[in-house]
């Protein structure tokens, strides 16, 4: 607390420089324990910069997922208003889901900047490693029913692909269900899950993983990430934060009613309709052309019979 008071006072001198003496007074400490404050921030990864006459300046934040951060300036209403932050964790899912299950409020988010059992759909792996991804579950309690949250899949999807492309300026593209791609290549994946009895939807987790500034050597071959196609690093903290506002803002489409302005922005945001494609359900495999996704958020398929199929969950490989 005392840290982001601290760090609050330098923030809003605008780069100028902030006296001990003033420091002081706000965080109610003596001079000395400001000073010894500093030295932890700096050992975040803070740059403060001190100087005998002027004060304190704040020259850099480190680009780690700390809450504090996530929380500056984010525009949303509700989610990421409360973020909770891990260096290291098994999944951010599987915590989302606990804190979920012991009631924790709607719109808690969940980060970690390394996950040693990061989940894909389907008890599929998620690389998770340590330098440069973000990777996030945010926890929703939608008056929803329980067969309408492939619609949340939707919503999230396209809130990642803008977000990609609104902080890099590279054409992410969305790949149904739940695939986010840059020149053919995976960057983001997301794994929805939700507690219901019956119809009775109790919480939603929605879990995102990005590639952001991760090297190319640490992910699978199908795998890339935003700084290796755009050949710098990003800030996460950034994308994180226009993903939240992002995501908010679908959320509210999905929930008030308006998802056929989400199914449009999604058909704007793929390149895969009119495509033919291959999909694997659990029990067959079949092929036939991407045609619509339907007003549910399922996507239909013409087969070569001319049969139209409707796809609730599977696996899309592009063939062309
Ligand atoms: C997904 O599954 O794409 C969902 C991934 C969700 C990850 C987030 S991270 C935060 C939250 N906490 C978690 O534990 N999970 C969520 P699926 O469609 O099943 O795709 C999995 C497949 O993607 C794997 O079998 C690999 O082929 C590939 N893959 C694994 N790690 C990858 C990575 N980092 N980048 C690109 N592709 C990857």
């Known amino acids: 607390m005392i840290d982001e008071e601290i760090l609050l006072v330098l923030k809003s001198s605008n780069d100028g420089y902030v006296s001990g003496e003033e420091l002081s007074k706000t965080a109610g400490l003596s001079r000395a324990a400001i000073w010894k404050r500093v030295e932890s921030l700096r050992n975040e990864g803070y740059d403060i910069e001190a100087s005998p ?24 209403r509700t989610l990421g208003r409360e973020v909770i932050s891990y260096k290291k964790i098994d999944s951010t899912n599987t915590a989302a889901y606990d804190m979920a299950k012991k009631g924790i409020k709607e719109g808690v988010v969940v980060v970690a900047d390394e996950q040693t ?34 619609k949340l899949t939707l919503a999230a999807s396209i809130s990642v692909a803008k977000t990609i492309r609104e902080v890099s300026g590279l054409t992410a593209v969305i790949k149904w269900p739940n695939d986010v791609l840059i020149n053919s290549k995976k960057v983001s994946g997301i794994l929805l899950e939700m507690k219901a009895e019956q119809d009775r939807l109790d919480f939603v987790i929605i879990g995102i ?48 009613g308006d998802f056929s302005k989400v199914i449009d922005e999604w058909k704007d ?9 291959r999909i694997t359900l659990p029990n067959r495999e079949f092929e036939g052309q991407a045609i619509d996704v339907d007003s549910d958020g399922t996507l239909l398929v013409r087969l070569d019979n001319g049969f139209i199929e409707k796809i609730f969950s599977g696996d899309v490989r592009l063939l062309r």
């Open 209 to 256: 993983g990005i590639n952001v500034n991760t090297p190319l050597k640490l992910l699978p071959k199908i795998g890339t990430s935003i700084a290796g196609e755009l050949g710098e690093e990003i800030s996460r903290i950034k994308l994180t934060q226009v993903l939240l506002e992002n995501l908010e803002a679908n959320y509210r489409l999905v929930t008030n």
């Open 117 to 150: 059992k990061g989940r894909g759909r389907l008890g599929r792996t998620w690389a998770s490693p340590a330098r440069g991804g973000v990777y996030l579950s945010c926890i929703l309690r939608p008056a929803m029913s329980p067969g309408e949250v492939p």
């Open 53 to 76: 006459h002027l004060g304190y300046r704040l020259l850099g934040v480190p680009d780690s997922l700390i809450p504090s951060e996530i929380k500056w300036s984010l525009k949303t």
């Open 269 to 277: 945001l793929t390149d895969m309709l009119g495509s033919r494609i």
